[in-house]
């Protein structure tokens, strides 16, 4: 299990026949290797497809997301505009995440509607925080992040094995579980804080630090863990030669876990210097 986008798509499964791990070398000759058949290979899903339309729908969501962020910064009541587009990500995503070959619409949808409202929210969060340079600090550390995880995998040195999968599995439901009730008790007792339960002050050996500290380095991590995930399933459908309709379910997948990462640590830095 690791995005919920390949979790529901048997396809993007490891073939036992091919479950051998792949060393970097072995996945750079997939990648730049021609094709025996080009006819047959323009059909086939290919890690340059995958490449091409995961960087086309993240610079519609930062286009976008960018777009909001100054639009906002000028008209504070375009929050509720921003909330819609909230509510439209989550609806489409959740429609493209379990349709076996989502088209570039669908998932153009997504990437335009989070881009609105990630824009929104960093606009929010640098605004009520006063912490100007949130977004370029959480952007910068989401960057770093993927290319770190792309490169150990690649490597070699980190593979998403059964036990990673189930590590990933009970903290993923763990997480949501704790989501679900933390929006609870943010309705129930909006006096909290900004973030709920995130907000509520701990002392660990006598540091003090927000609970949402914890809960939010452990979500990273989760997210770490699903990009590995995302990493290993498309590999795996390259090798099985998945049709090329299913590289947009693949692009969709790896945006879906960068945005949950740039919402971790946008909302970490928006934790720390609430407590200047």
């Known amino acids: 299990m690791a995005s919920p986008v390949f979790s529901s798509s048997k396809e993007f499964k490891a073939d036992p026949l091919l479950a051998q791990q792949s060393t970097a070398e072995d996945l750079q000759r997939q990648y730049e290797a021609p094709s025996a058949t080009p006819g047959y290979a323009d059909d086939r899903m290919s890690y340059r497809g995958v490449v091409n339309k995961g960087v086309g729908l993240g610079l519609v969501t930062l286009g976008l997301g960018a777009g909001t962020y100054f639009y906002v910064a000028e008209q504070p009541g375009a929050m509720l505009l921003a909330f819609g587009a909230g509510i439209l990500a989550l609806v489409v995503g959740l429609i493209a995440a379990f349709k076996r070959t989502p088209g570039v619409g669908l998932v153009g949808t997504y990437a335009a509607a989070e881009g609105v409202f990630l824009g929104a929210l960093t606009a929010w969060i ?26 150990l995998y690649r490597s070699g040195k980190v593979r998403y094995t059964a ?3 189930k590590i990933f599995m009970i903290g993923a439901i763990s997480y949501l579980v704790f989501s679900v009730v933390n929006i609870g008790i943010m309705f129930l007792n909006p006096d909290m804080g900004a973030f709920g339960a995130r907000s509520v002050e701990i002392s660990i050996g006598g540091l003090s630090f927000p609970l949402g500290a914890i809960i939010g380095v452990v979500a990273v991590l989760l997210a770490c863990i699903s990009l590995i995930g995302d990493f290993d399933f498309i590999d795996n459908g390259v090798k099985r030669g998945l049709e090329k309709k299913l590289e947009w379910k ?4 790896l945006i879906v876990t960068l945005v949950w990462l740039y919402t971790e640590f946008l909302r970490l830095i928006a934790l720390f210097s609430g407590r200047d």
């Open 250 to 253: 693949a692009a969709f997948g």
């Open 126 to 151: 640098e605004t009520y925080f006063e912490v100007p340079g949130a977004g370029v600090q959480a952007l910068l550390a989401t960057g770093i992040t993927f290319m770190v995880c792309l490169w």
């Open 163 to 165: 036990k990673m999968q």
